[in-house]
């Protein structure tokens, strides 16, 4: 079946230090993949998404690129802010009867000091 | 604000009690579906509903059991709670809208159901 691995945490960073967050998945087909991003209390929301090879997904200075040849899809941002701190999941999307069926990986808290 | 409410918020009840969790939407989306949030698990499937009345299995469906019999509501019943359904719980909705063609494949997502079975 599908699944997506993506680095444990926690990630802690300085302020303005570049973050890279990485994703891999398996899966049949031909995929969309996704980041949702989920602040403390609250549930997830998306953060950006590719929905084919070599795709670049962007969003708030987040990018992602979809790399089918190495079954990737890593979150990078050049320069992290406190109110960046948050937990990032890396999904896959396949289209079935269940419309958007996601499956997530395990998450990945951020954390970033002043 | 996609519209989608859950409750109770937070809940603690005993092991072998019966416990519902609702969900509740305002967009009229077809597919409605929940999720247990657990460490290092991230999010896994429960059960998901394509349509009224239609509802299908996911990952972790064991102990669980789902009803949606209008659009805007889906019914998650643990019929006996055991404490590893200690978790939190999110409901989702599809960013489909009726006639509309391929899916966006965003998920729109409540606030979570913070459950503890002791």
């Known amino acids: 079946g599908d699944s997506v691995t993506q680095m444990e945490g926690p990630v802690t960073l300085s302020e303005e230090a570049f973050l890279t967050i990485n994703c891999t998945y398996t899966?049949?087909?031909?995929?969309?993949l996704f980041w949702y991003v989920q602040y403390p209390g609250e549930g997830l929301q998306l953060l950006l998404k590719?929905?084919?090879?070599?795709d670049k997904g962007s969003n708030k200075g987040f990018e992602a690129t979809y790399r089918k040849e190495t079954t990737s899809f890593h979150l990078e941002k050049g320069s992290v802010q406190v109110s960046d701190s948050a937990v990032y999941f890396c999904a896959l999307s396949s289209l079935n009867n269940a419309g958007n069926m996601l499956t997530f990986g395990g998450g990945t808290r951020l954390m970033v000091k002043p | 604000d996609a519209g989608i409410t859950q409750s109770p918020r937070h809940k603690v009840t005993e092991t072998g009690t019966p416990v519902t969790l609702r969900c509740h939407q305002t967009?009229?989306?077809?597919?409605m579906y929940w999720y247990r949030q657990d460490p290092g698990h991230g999010l896994r499937l429960i059960h998901y509903?394509?349509?009224?009345?239609?509802?299908d299995k996911g990952e972790v469906s064991d102990g669980y059991s789902v009803s949606r019999s209008k659009t805007e509501d889906f019914l998650l019943t643990l019929e006996s709670a055991t404490s590893s359904q200690t978790s939190v719980y999110f409901c989702a909705i599809s960013g489909d809208k009726p006639g509309q063609g391929r899916s966006t494949g965003e998920l729109f997502f409540g606030e979570g159901s913070r459950l503890t079975v002791l």
């Open positions: 967009e009229n989306h077809r597919y």
């Open positions: 509903s394509y349509g009224v009345k239609d509802t």
């Open positions: 590719a929905t084919k090879a070599d």
């Open positions: 899966a049949t087909g031909y995929p969309s």
